[in-house]
């Protein structure tokens, strides 16, 4: 059978063929590990790798799909589909990044591409995992994962559980849909991650120390991870056997211009005990450990200046402060289920986060503000 023979198949059969899609039974369907869900998308206005997720009002939107091709807005705007085999980056083997061809945001890293034999190009693993988003969808007589550009939502294509390992998974791309960057080339402002700065704490368990600082303004994004031990690539297991001596800690970026370090530093003493060695509550263990970890001369000084103030001032009473702090040593971000846990499930830890938020969101609101 040739190949043009197969383009004039009827829709269905096309339809079946991306991906290999198959009629299923959705009521037992889950968003493949690895993708996040569209609900979830943009809670956090920047991604772990540093870029802005603010989604285009509706006039932007509009200025942005008015640049494209009629066959880049069928695709990327009515979910459409490029017949297989004839997209441009199929067989492009050059190095670099794969962006959205909307708004610019990178999704995907010509190092995880791969030849699936499909017809469309394949990637095990996003760029980001909050830069490609997932969600139900149940066209063509199927039951299939849609994936969307977690920034503009413009359709990408869908993903598989059928690739290969380590991920197992085949994210199918429409050609269309993307925008080629080869490595070396200058990259547009759209596909730049924003310049923030980056602040690391360890105060017991990363779930609630995450959601606190995520609920500062000028925080723009907060990540649970692994640090200062002495294993490379730990994983949750392995750190809470205690031999690897990292302490669960958050990555911090905010934006300087709306909350300074300092003032993160005072937050992190305010919603945790930083008296009690190596235990948070009934938490217990190395891992649980009270740190500061800094980037720089100038940030070692206000974590420093700020622990002797308050261990001057008897802030604690009589207990001592035993917060250790450190140069920031590798950071290793935790798997995804800790992430945004308590966002996620409501469970609740660290007493009077809510309380410390308020507390230093009227501290932070500019002059005049009403609340």
Not at 165 to 191: D, H, I, K, Y
């Amino acid at each position: 059978m040739t190949r043009n023979s197969l383009l004039t198949f009827p829709a269905l059969l096309a339809a079946a063929c991306l991906g290999l899609g198959c009629p299923a039974d959705d009521r037992n369907l889950a968003i493949p590990s690895g993708v996040t869900p569209v609900a979830e998308s943009n809670e956090q206005k920047l991604s772990d790798q540093g870029y802005d997720l603010t989604p285009p009002t509706p006039e932007e939107k509009a200025e942005l799909v008015a640049k494209l091709t009629p066959e880049q807005v069928r695709i990327t705007q009515k979910a459409g589909t490029e017949a297989a085999f004839c997209g441009t980056l199929l067989d492009n083997k050059k190095e670099g990044l794969y962006t959205c061809v909307v708004c610019g945001l990178p999704l995907f890293d010509s190092k995880d591409k791969f030849t699936s034999g499909t017809g469309w190009p394949s990637f095990t693993k996003t760029f980001d995992r909050e830069h490609v988003t997932g969600k139900v969808d149940r066209a063509h007589g199927m039951v299939r994962t849609e994936i969307n550009c977690g920034r503009c939502d413009s359709h990408l294509g869908h993903v598989f559980e059928d690739g290969p390992a380590p991920t197992g998974l085949r994210f199918c791309l429409n050609s269309e849909s993307l925008e080629f960057l080869e490595e070396g080339s200058e990259v547009p402002p759209e596909s730049r991650p924003t310049e923030v700065e980056e602040a690391f704490f360890a105060g017991g368990c990363f779930w609630g120390v995450e959601y606190a600082f995520s609920e500062l303004p000028g925080v723009m994004s907060v990540t649970s991870g692994y640090q200062n031990g002495a294993m490379k690539n730990p994983d949750y297991k392995s750190v809470c056997s205690g031999s690897t001596g990292h302490a669960e800690s958050v990555r911090v970026r905010f934006d300087p211009d709306t909350i300074d370090y300092e003032t993160l530093v005072r937050f992190f003493f305010r919603i945790h005990d930083p008296t009690t060695l190596n235990r948070q509550g009934p938490d217990m263990g190395t891992q649980y450990r009270s740190g500061i970890y800094t980037k720089g001369p100038e940030q070692m000084k206000v974590a420093r200046t700020v622990l002797r103030e308050l261990s001057d001032s008897k802030a604690f009473g009589d207990r001592t402060i035993v917060t250790e702090i450190e140069e920031t040593e590798p950071f290793y971000e935790a798997e995804g289920y800790h992430q945004d846990y308590v966002a996620r499930t409501g469970r609740a830890c660290h007493p009077g986060i809510g309380e410390a938020v308020e507390e230093f969101k009227k501290k932070l609101a500019p002059s005049g503000a009403a609340g």
